[in-house]
T-cell receptor, first 114, second 109 residues
């Protein structure tokens, strides 16, 4: 399965600032996704990162708050904009392996907003 | 995607088999059953998936009832490192998985 690297692994940020999370995959993948896991909660899908076009967002998530880039088949970024303490979460990048029909996750980026 | 129901928690003795149930009574014909687990502070890890036949791999076995309305994940010889939250997910949307609350499994010595 694909190997996913996320950076940063964790960060502490100030209210009102923005942070960009990077996701690098060791192979070309068609489908990439971003999930959020709030403290003590399960995972929620934020959006599908589409290569060469705008991301597709799930209900409750908007591009202005979570802009996503997908410049090629191995890389994506998620920005958390104008952060508030409610944005404190683990943000996870994931990729779909069509051959194995498996979704593989990165280790996540733990974000704390003060 | 069909909704799943799992017990919130389970305890299991080290070395014994852990049987994790999942109900998915509204599953449709083209939906697969996936199992993932999440060890504290790590990303979810894929375990196994199936459509209607029972499946086995190096980590676990998946038993799906004939009517497909429920399934059981079996960890044959639980170890302390199997302590995690286990998620049962039913989906036909590749990659867009809907995670529920899962089952917190605690393996005790």
């Amino acid at each position: 399965s694909a190997v996913i690297s996320q950076k940063p692994s964790r960060d502490i940020c100030q209210r009102g600032t923005s942070l960009t999370i990077q996701c690098q995959v060791d192979s070309q993948v068609t489908m990439m996704f971003w999930y959020r896991q709030q403290p003590g909660q399960s995972l929620t899908l934020i959006a599908t990162a589409n290569q060469g076009s705008e991301a597709t967002y799930e209900s409750g998530f908007v591009i202005d708050k979570f802009p996503i880039s997908r410049p090629n088949l191995t890389f994506s970024t998620l920005t958390v904009s104008n952060m508030s303490p409610e944005d404190s979460s683990i943000y996870l990048c994931s990729v779909w392996s069509s051959g194995a029909n498996v979704l593989t996750f990165g280790a996540g980026s733990r974000l704390t907003v003060l | 995607d069909a909704k799943t129901t799992q017990p919130p928690s389970m305890d299991c003795a080290e070395g014994r088999a852990a049987n994790l149930p999942c109900n998915h009574s509204t599953i449709s014909g083209n939906e697969y059953v996936y199992w993932y687990r999440q060890i504290h502070s790590q990303g979810p890890q894929y375990i196994i998936h199936g459509l209607k036949n029972n499946e086995t791999n190096e980590m676990a076995s998946l038993i799906i009832t004939e009517d497909r309305k429920s399934s059981t994940l079996i960890l044959p010889h639980a170890t302390l490192r199997d302590t995690a939250v286990y998620y049962c997910i039913v989906t036909d949307s590749w990659g867009k998985l809907q995670f529920g609350a899962g089952t917190q499994v605690v393996v005790t010595p």
